[in-house]
T-cell receptor, first 112, second 117 residues
Framework: SQKIEQNSEALNIQEGKTATLTCNYT??????LQWYRQDPGRGPVFLLL?????KEKRKERLKVTFDTTLKQSLFHITASQPADSATYLC???????????FGTGTRLTVIP | KAGVTQTPRYLIKTRGQQVTLSCSPI?????VSWYQQTPGQGLQFLFE???????NKGNFPGRFSGRQFSNSRSEMNVSTLELGDSALYLC????????????????FGPGTRLTVL
């Protein structure tokens, strides 16, 4: 199986700053990596997917990088807003299997 | 288009009982996966169904089982409940299963919060 570590349980930042979340994995290199957002009492919502041959992916204020040598993905939220406060999860597919391995998540709080 | 729905949203049971949770996928989606989420272990994969067949199973005891019907709706069952089964149970649907380099976005439902007393 895959072991996935997200750098911190909680991260507090000031509104307007860039939040950077880290996802590290061990074992095999996945074909892609995903980031999800989860709000309290709700299921995760897909944000971005990055494939192993992509170094960087952007979507509005979100940016994801994927370094297969370091076995790490970085997730950035630029110009953060209080509405960005949530738990962010990274997820990787199992080897040849249709299931996702999730990190334990980082709870982001953007302070006004 | 309606999202993934799960019923019931909240459930309280006692140890030793059994429980059945239901998931209705997005219309047209044929793959349904189940996950358990707890504060200590995070989100863990339970099993995945496609065309009424279980394609994958996570590392959970046999007390956890599931099935999928011809309309793609799915149920999961937990027998002989234990205190440690208290969790948020999430269902996710996708058009087709993902696998290898192939990816199909999974859409999650709101979950069923199960409390075992």
């Amino acid at each position: 199986s895959q072991k996935i570590e997200q750098n911190s349980e909680a991260l507090n930042i000031q509104e307007g700053k860039t939040a950077t979340l880290t996802c590290n994995y061990t074992n095999y290199s996945p074909a892609y990596l995903q980031w999800y957002r989860q709000d309290p009492g709700r299921g995760p919502v897909f944000l971005l997917l990055i494939r192993e041959n992509e170094k960087e992916k952007r979507k509005e204020r979100l940016k994801v990088t994927f370094d297969t040598t370091l076995k790490q993905s970085l997730f950035h939220i630029t110009a953060s807003q209080p509405a960005d406060s949530a738990t962010y999860l990274c997820a990787l597919p199992g080897p040849g299997a249709n299931n996702l391995f999730f990190g334990t998540g980082t709870r982001l709080t953007v302070i006004p | 288009k309606a999202g993934v729905t799960q019923t019931p949203r909240y459930l309280i049971k006692t140890r030793g009982q059994q429980v059945t949770l239901s998931c209705s996928p997005i219309s047209g989606h044929r793959s349904v996966s189940w996950y358990q989420q707890t504060p200590g272990q995070g989100l863990q994969f339970l099993f995945e169904y496609f065309s009424e067949t279980q394609r994958n199973k996570g590392n959970f005891p046999g007390r956890f089982s599931g099935r999928q019907f011809s309309n793609s709706r799915s149920e999961m069952n937990v027998s002989t409940l234990e205190l440690g089964d208290s969790a948020l149970y999430l269902c996710a649907s996708s058009l087709e299963p993902s696998g290898g380099i192939s990816y199909n976005e999974q859409f999650f439902g709101p979950g069923t919060r199960l409390t075992v007393l």
